[in-house]
């Protein structure tokens, strides 16, 4: 008997553990539903300068990329739910801040536009962009 209520303890213990770990796939549910993973690539202009960049956008909504032309360098940064977003660009000029807003179509990223400023090289203008597809 003792056998028999060790191995039913077991049981309910697994089912326990397995119902909690199904009901903890937050990060999973976020990844699932994000809409504006995907690739973008674009231009960017303004204070007498231009050129390209190319951004990754995970499922989590980090952004990496790169940018070139009149200065280069890094993009870092992140997009919420709602397509807002924020990177910061390490160039030459000094650290510009990226804004704007990405679109979805089909639960990918579609395109983008915003602004970037060097604030304290009185740098700015604007970018967009288009996903890869």
């Not at 990060?27 to 951004?55: C, E, L, P, R």
């Not at 390490?90 to 983008?112: H, K, Y």
Request: with cysteine.
């Amino acid at each position: 008997m003792k056998k028999s209520i060790g191995l039913t303890g077991l049981m309910v213990a697994l089912m326990v553990v397995g119902g909690f770990m199904a009901g903890c796939g937050g990060s999973d549910d976020k990844a699932q539903s994000f809409d504006f993973a995907g690739v973008v690539t674009g231009t960017w202009q303004g204070s007498h300068m231009s050129g390209t960049f190319a951004i990754v956008v995970s499922p989590t909504g980090s952004i990496t990329g790169s940018f070139s032309g009149n200065d280069n360098g890094l993009i870092t940064g992140t997009v919420d739910s709602n397509g807002s977003f924020a990177a910061q660009a390490a160039g030459s000029a000094g650290i510009a801040t990226w804004g704007g807003q990405l679109t979805s179509a089909n639960g990918v990223a579609a395109s983008g536009n915003g602004t970037w400023a060097v604030a304290s090289r009185g740098l700015s203008g604007t970018w967009s962009g288009a996903a890869v597809q």
